[in-house]
């Protein structure tokens, strides 16, 4: 059965730094991308990105890139989404979400992980 | 880039169908066969519906049907149920090697 395993909730000061993570069962990791997407409080789903683990090929959206980095390891059969310099703005639940073949469908979801960021 | 549009709520009673509508542009759904659609209950993950504009995966009902014209996809509902309420997204893949979401439908089953 494949499985993504999101870390857990993260409380979070602005200006402080980020890295959570989504664990992949149950499949061949490196052979399928990875993506991420964030919720903000009450409102709609938004890409944020995708990596392809097998060789590390990113993908971002072009509204966030230079705010946020993908990241995978192929031995942990781990992704990871890194975020410095917080704004309150980045308050969200952040999902990664499997791929099959590509990167533009996300067949399998995480239980997503909840950011607050807050003074 | 912007969002894809979608109606903010839609409504139906039991067992009619309802159809939400997902436009985009030349740029991605006009474009690429790569539309997806994806059912959100309160306060749980997204699962995806369908894929690649029209195809199922394996344990979606087929009530749930979808195709696309020009720069609009739609998703239709037939036989609506009460347990169908919930948020519905579409998105695209575009040109610029991006993924696009449009801003949800809330569905309510009278």
């Known amino acids: 059965e494949v499985q993504l395993v999101q870390s857990g909730a993260e409380v979070k000061k602005p200006g402080e730094s980020l890295k959570i993570s989504c664990k992949g069962n149950?499949?061949?990791?490196?052979?399928?991308?990875i993506g991420w997407v964030r919720q903000m409080p009450g409102k709609g789903l938004e890409w944020i990105g995708s990596?392809?683990?097998?060789?590390?090929?990113?993908r971002y959206n072009p509204s966030l890139q230079g705010h946020i980095t993908i990241s995978a390891d192929k031995s942990t059969n781990t992704a990871y989404l890194q975020s410095s310099s917080l704004k309150p703005s980045d308050t969200a639940i952040y999902f990664c979400?499997?791929?099959?073949?590509?990167?533009?469908?996300?067949?399998?979801w995480g239980q997503g992980t909840l950011v607050s960021v807050s003074t | 880039q912007s969002a894809l549009t979608q109606p903010p709520s839609v409504s139906g009673s039991p067992g009619r169908s309802v159809t939400i509508s997902c436009t985009g542009s030349?740029?991605?759904?006009?474009?690429?066969?790569?539309v997806s659609w994806y059912q959100q209950p309160p306060r749980t993950a997204p699962k995806l519906l369908i894929y690649?504009?029209?195809n199922r995966p394996s344990g979606v009902p087929d009530r749930f049907s979808a195709s696309k014209s020009g720069n609009t996809a739609s998703l239709t509902i037939s036989g609506l149920q009460a347990e169908d309420e919930a948020d519905y997204y579409c998105?695209?893949?575009?040109?610029?090697?991006?993924?696009?979401f449009g801003g949800g439908t809330k569905l309510t089953v009278l």
């Open positions: 979400a499997r791929g099959n073949g590509g990167y533009d469908s996300l067949h399998y």
């Open positions: 149950g499949y061949t990791f490196a052979t399928q991308w």
């Open positions: 030349s740029s991605d759904v006009g474009y690429y066969d790569r």
């Open positions: 998105s695209a893949y575009s040109n610029i090697n991006s993924v696009l």
């Open positions: 690649e504009v029209s």
């Open positions: 990596i392809y683990p097998g060789d590390s090929d990113t």
